[in-house]
């Protein structure tokens, strides 16, 4: 990060299993994360509905899927106002999907809870809407971040790759590889920052082309 520049307010950090990882729950993580998988289909609507892993994964960061959107973008337009449980509904299913996400990923062997923060760590702003946000820009950044969508898509390709080489190394060594586990952790990061940007609608600062907290 340049020296004077703010962080960006949106944060994601996952703690890094820094011991053996469970490698019967690895082999069959897919079929273990079922069930919660339809849970979260079931509250985005069904925009999360597949199998595919980290790739499908970032696709509902990518859509509005179960996030309160349309309405948000009206409000904060019309009356400059964002509900506070409209933002707190929003944080608390982005940040249950992350954790499924984070399950498949293999970058935890926690069953994912539906409430409890565990070992992924979200940091989203409450906006101060009149002070924070143009009550326009809701408008256009959908449109604005669609080089963010190309440069995610190319990602979340690798991040697959990484999950899968990182099932092997789990399988024969228990440990998940600590430069593959920063990848996968970055591009989940990039693609939260790019939802909270442009379906969240939680700051009018542009999302960095970066990995990096």
Not at 83 to 93: E, I, K, M, Y
């Amino acid at each position: 990060m340049a020296e004077g520049v703010a962080p960006y307010p949106v944060t994601l950090s996952v703690d890094y299993p820094d011991r053996d990882l469970d490698k019967l729950s690895t082999f069959f993580r897919l079929f273990a994360a079922i069930p919660i998988f339809i849970v979260l289909a079931l509250l985005t609507g069904g925009q999360s509905g597949s199998d595919e892993s980290v790739r499908e994964g970032m696709r509902w960061q990518q859509s509005a899927g179960g996030v309160v959107f349309f309405p948000t973008l009206l409000l904060v337009l019309f009356r400059q106002k964002y509900p506070r449980w409209w933002f707190d509904w929003n944080v608390a299913l982005i940040s249950f999907a992350t954790r499924v996400m984070a399950y498949l990923a293999l970058l935890r062997d926690e069953y994912p809870s539906t409430d409890e923060e565990q070992a992924v760590h979200i940091t989203i702003p409450y906006p101060a809407v009149r002070q924070d946000l143009n009550r326009w820009l809701p408008l256009v950044k959908w449109l604005l971040a669609i080089p963010h969508y190309f440069v995610l898509a190319l990602l979340a390709i690798a991040a697959v790759v990484c999950v899968v080489i990182a099932w092997f190394a789990i399988l024969f060594t228990g440990r998940y590889p600590r430069s593959l586990f920063d990848f996968v952790v970055g591009t989940l990061r990039w693609g939260l920052r790019v939802a909270a940007y442009a379906f969240l609608l939680v700051t009018d600062r542009y999302p960095p082309f970066s990995f990096g907290e």
